[in-house]
């Protein structure tokens, strides 16, 4: 039975193919439902199979089949094929369903349309993206090298017109590293390494970068660039000032004064853009000189003043009364005087940080090389609260939350953790179940995790408690140095000897790390070290808490050593059950490791 519609024949094939692919239960019956409604609903015949593909469900590879289908339907029938390109009056007059088509139809042929080329991009000559490819290109192709922002700078800049550190006129703000983000864009450059970003060129990269090269006439650019700035005396300005800002780092301390006034001699574009004054720093060594330490090359703290940054309360964004009231706690610290950014924190609930004036953010992330992610100019200070409600508290002990809590806040490397425990009303029965544990749990906090608890009888009491550590922390952090430890020297794997160290060999001193590089260090997945991940691994076993976990560790130093330490003990199940309570009976003072304990162990990992 022939289909109602503008094109029948079209419209029949399509019901056959729909039909056959509900009877296979296939998914391609949606597909084949969605053309055929299309073509029906079209009031219009089409001239050709290929002109359906307007239609909403009918695609290229439809359309082909539909064109292969009528091809076969005119050769069985000895009629002749329509052609793509008919004029609109010949198409008005001919239906695909008609079998008696006028032979004497006039067809015009159009030329097939040619397809668009996309065009490739390739960066204009001197401009940022053009000397970030070159500079790459100087790398290994076949090796597995990257740069640092800092040294990609160094590179880059003779191959360019404009300056990577400052705006070629004082009312903008981006400079020739904005680039940057374009070729990321066009996945030309890629990036690895935590927290300080290293760059280097993708596959297709290294393709512009190699014809890039071919233009120059096989002449090394890197050498021709730098010939031609030494001997061009019409140099721009603002090439001029970064090449003397790159000189200038190199031989210039690190330490932000209140002072913002430029050195004499900078020249206008320095004057334009405003930057600290820098001081060298006090050589370490018996003599007492004064020395300037390459920024690349030392991994000294760098000194911010006070007077250059203002003291700010991050609040999580997660902190809230009820779904229905989320800004009560910001709105009531306002009426306290503090006015709480809401942001999502990476560990804990209320966090302060140092937060860089205008005038001094640019500067302090020229010397902080290679960190310009978000949080760049805040520094983060040496305080850090966990709120938790009574309720919640228990649940954390119960479901093991509340170790992991406490293991990555002593992982943090924050100085002073205070645990604030907000009172909330369970039932007598809840709370003598719970009374032991919730007690022990708050007591090993303060004596073996060294955190300070406090706590608070409501949720008013709790905001007002946190407005009053506002205030102190302004007027203790505001009238001191900040020694900022550089995001480049960071590593996950040393972070907290390095912070162990530099506080002992300097009490009085407060040593932090920007924002965003606090971010990268406590990130759950980035952050976690082989032996982190072990010590989680024996802490999922009921018992095992941090300090036997680390003792267990000490002795047997990767999971594979504790399971080739059950192995060696072969078919002999009791020496196996008994082989950490006896290694490590006595090596905990406050609470040894039994045998009931060693026999869960052994359960685990010798199986």
Not at 223 to 248: G, M, N, Q, V, W
Not at 322 to 335: H, P, V
Not at 523 to 549: E, F, P
Request: aromatic share 6%; net charge positive.
């Amino acid at each position: 039975m022939a289909e109602e519609g503008a094109n029948p024949l079209l419209l029949g094939w399509l019901k056959e193919w729909m039909d056959e692919a509900q009877g296979r239960n296939s998914k391609g019956y949606i597909v084949y439902k969605k053309a055929y409604q299309s073509m029906k609903a079209h009031p219009t015949s089409f001239g050709h199979p290929s002109e359906a593909q307007q239609l909403n469900g009918i695609g290229p590879k439809l359309c082909d089949r539909l064109t292969e289908k009528l091809k076969a339907y005119c050769a069985t029938n000895g009629l002749p094929m329509p052609e793509k390109g008919r004029s609109k009056k010949s198409r008005t007059s001919e239906n695909l369903g008609d079998t008696e088509p006028d032979p004497t139809e006039d067809k015009m042929d159009e030329p097939p349309k040619k397809k668009r080329r996309r065009k490739e991009y390739v960066p204009p000559l001197r401009s940022g993206a053009y000397a970030i490819v070159m500079a790459l290109s100087e790398l290994d192709q076949e090796g597995r090298n990257a740069l640092s922002k800092p040294d990609l700078i160094a590179r880059a800049q003779p191959f360019c017109d404009s300056s990577f550190t400052a705006p070629s006129d004082p009312t903008k703000y981006f400079t020739a590293w904005k680039s940057m983000s374009t070729l990321e864009s066009k996945e030309l450059v890629c990036t690895k390494g935590h927290p300080t970003k290293r760059y280097y060129l993708s596959d297709e990269g290294w393709s512009v970068a190699l014809r890039m090269r071919e233009k120059v006439n096989g002449e090394n650019p890197w050498s021709k660039a730098k010939l031609s700035r030494s001997e061009d005396p019409s140099e721009s300005t603002a090439t001029k000032h970064s090449t003397f800002s790159a000189a200038r780092s190199l031989g210039t301390a690190d330490v932000l004064e209140l002072s913002s006034s430029p050195e004499p001699g900078l020249g206008s574009m320095l004057e334009a853009t405003p930057l600290p004054k820098l001081i060298p720093i006090k050589d370490s060594g018996p003599s007492g000189r004064r020395t300037s330490l390459p920024v690349s090359q030392t991994s000294d703290p760098i000194i911010v003043k006070p007077g250059t940054f203002e003291v700010k309360m991050l609040l999580d964004a997660r902190e809230i009364r009820t779904t229905t009231d989320r800004d009560y706690i910001a709105n009531e610290l306002k009426k306290q005087g503090v006015v709480a950014e809401i942001r999502s924190l990476p560990l804990g609930d209320v966090l302060w940080v140092a937060k860089l004036k205008p005038a001094y953010g640019s500067a302090f992330q020229y010397k902080n090389a290679g960190d310009d992610d978000e949080g760049s100019t805040e520094i983060v200070l040496e305080h850090v609260v966990e709120r938790k409600r009574l309720d919640d508290l228990v649940s954390s002990i119960r479901d093991g939350r509340f170790h992991e809590q406490k293991f990555r806040l002593k992982k943090s490397g924050v100085r002073h953790v205070t645990y604030l425990v907000e009172d909330y009303s369970m039932s007598a029965e809840r709370v003598e179940k719970v009374g032991e544990s919730l007690e022990s749990a708050i007591a090993s906090m303060q004596v073996v995790n060294d955190i300070f608890v406090k706590q608070t009888a409501k949720m008013d009491d709790t905001i007002k408690y946190l407005a009053r550590m506002t205030k102190s922390l302004k007027e203790t952090y505001e009238h001191r140095d900040l020694h900022v430890l550089r995001s480049g020297a960071l590593d996950v794997a040393t972070y907290l000897e390095t912070l162990e160290s530099l506080r002992e060999a300097s009490p009085s001193n407060a040593f932090c790390t920007t924002f965003s590089a606090f971010c990268s260090l406590c990130d759950k997945s980035n952050s976690l070290t082989l032996r982190d991940v072990y010590l989680k691994m024996l802490m999922c076993t009921r018992g095992v808490t941090g300090d036997k976990a680390i003792e267990i560790q000490k002795i047997w130093p990767t999971p594979n050593a504790l399971i080739e330490a059950y192995a060696n003990l072969g078919q002999n199940q009791a020496a196996k059950d008994a082989m950490i309570s006896d290694q490590l009976g006595n090596k905990i003072d406050r609470k040894k490791i039994g045998k009931t304990l060693s026999t869960k162990v052994a359960e685990v990992w010798s199986s």
